[in-house]
């Protein structure tokens, strides 16, 4: 069975400064995708950044990027250049390659951007 | 592209009624829709998976009684809490799946009072 953990219950960032997000996973699969989701205090699920498990270069979306380590099962969230928007809970999650969209997710870490 | 909408976005219910949440996709065709239940400051737990035309697959430890679930059509689930109580109170999300993402509708906050 798959599982993702996220150990950081909480963190929080000054404004206009950059912040890690980790992420690890324990799976026997070879292909499979990796998403962090971001949830705002209105509660609606935003996909923030996808990975597929057989990319070798990480994906980047504007201040948004990734470190995948397949072999070590990371995937961290690196925000740069925070903002207030960006306070909110973010989840890591799992999908089997060809699953239909199964995802399972990590218990979250809620992020504060401090003016 | 790639809405889901859910209704309603919040609904009280006295204990012992039912209540029945929808899930549509607005713009696509969802074979697949997952429910999710979540508690403040958690996770997303998944509850079922709902396929269209077929029986709803419930993960270990959710009531098929209780929660039930019907993939009508492409394009709408329904989740009826069946015998509502106070412990059923919690923000339920659904999803549609395409092309191996899903898409989020915005919750439904339920509280049985």
């Known amino acids: 069975a798959q599982t993702v953990t996220q150990s950081q219950p909480e963190m929080s960032v000054q404004e206009a400064e950059t912040v890690t997000l980790s992420c690890t996973y324990d799976?026997?699969?070879?292909?499979?995708?990796l998403f962090w989701y971001k949830q705002p205090p209105s509660r609606q699920m935003i996909l923030v950044i996808r990975?597929?498990?057989?990319?070798?270069q990480n994906a980047t979306e504007n201040r948004f990027s990734v470190n995948f380590q397949k072999a070590a099962k990371s995937f961290s969230l690196k925000i740069s250049d925070s903002q207030l928007g960006d306070t909110a809970m973010y989840f890591c999650?799992?999908?089997?390659?060809?699953?239909?969209?199964?995802?399972?997710f990590g218990q979250g870490t809620e992020l504060s951007v401090k003016p | 592209g790639a809405v889901v909408s859910q209704h309603p976005s919040r609904v009280i219910c006295k204990s012992g009624t039912s209540v029945k949440i929808e899930c549509r996709s607005l713009?696509?065709?969802?074979?697949?829709m997952f429910w999710y239940r979540q508690f403040p400051k958690q996770s997303l737990m998944l509850m079922a998976t709902?396929?269209?035309?077929?029986?709803?697959?419930?993960e270990q430890g959710v009531e098929k009684d209780k929660f039930l679930i019907n993939h009508a059509s492409l394009t709408l689930s329904t989740l009826t809490v069946t015998s509502a109580h106070p412990e059923d109170s919690s923000f339920y999300i659904c999803?549609?799946?395409?092309?191996?993402?899903?898409?989020f509708g915005p919750g439904t906050r339920l509280t049985v009072t």
């Open positions: 999803s549609a799946s395409r092309r191996d993402e899903q898409y």
């Open positions: 999650a799992f999908m089997k390659y060809n699953q239909g969209g199964k995802l399972i």
């Open positions: 713009d696509f065709q969802a074979t697949t």
């Open positions: 709902s396929n269209e035309g077929s029986k709803a697959t419930y």
């Open positions: 990975q597929e498990a057989y990319k070798q």
């Open positions: 799976t026997s699969e070879n292909n499979y995708y």
